[in-house]
């Protein structure tokens, strides 16, 4: 996939963008300028010759942004930090975390 292409392919990628990497943009299944550019972005931060063809290796980045990359980096100085002895837990959007309560190991029942 490349610019120029149109197709519902094209319209997974910009989605993932969306998604997975804070993107804005239309998701009208047209492979213009700003998927281009967006697609390109992703190659350079996932170590990727930046040539803005999506192929398997891009793909893959695309579905699971490398460590560092994607919504996880634009959102990372936004993350609460939890109480000491709770967890954060996300509900709702990827961007939405809420402090959990107390942790309890695994296999632990509540004597409520």
Avoid at 35 to 47: F, N
Avoid at 52 to 73: A, E, F, I, N
């Amino acid at each position: 996939m490349a610019k120029g292409m149109v197709g519902s392919k094209v319209k997974q990628i910009q989605c993932l963008l969306n998604s997975n990497y804070d993107y804005t943009l239309t998701v009208d299944g047209k492979f213009g300028e700003s998927t281009d550019v967006a697609v390109r972005a992703v190659q350079r931060c996932s170590g990727l010759n930046p040539d803005g063809q999506v192929g398997p290796q891009t793909w893959k980045y695309l579905d699971t942004p490398m460590s560092g990359c994607g919504h996880w980096r634009a959102i990372k100085s936004r993350l609460p930090r939890p109480t000491p002895g709770r967890k954060l837990t996300r509900s709702g959007p990827p961007s939405v975390f809420t402090d959990e309560g107390p942790a309890r190991p695994k296999g632990l029942v509540s004597s409520r």
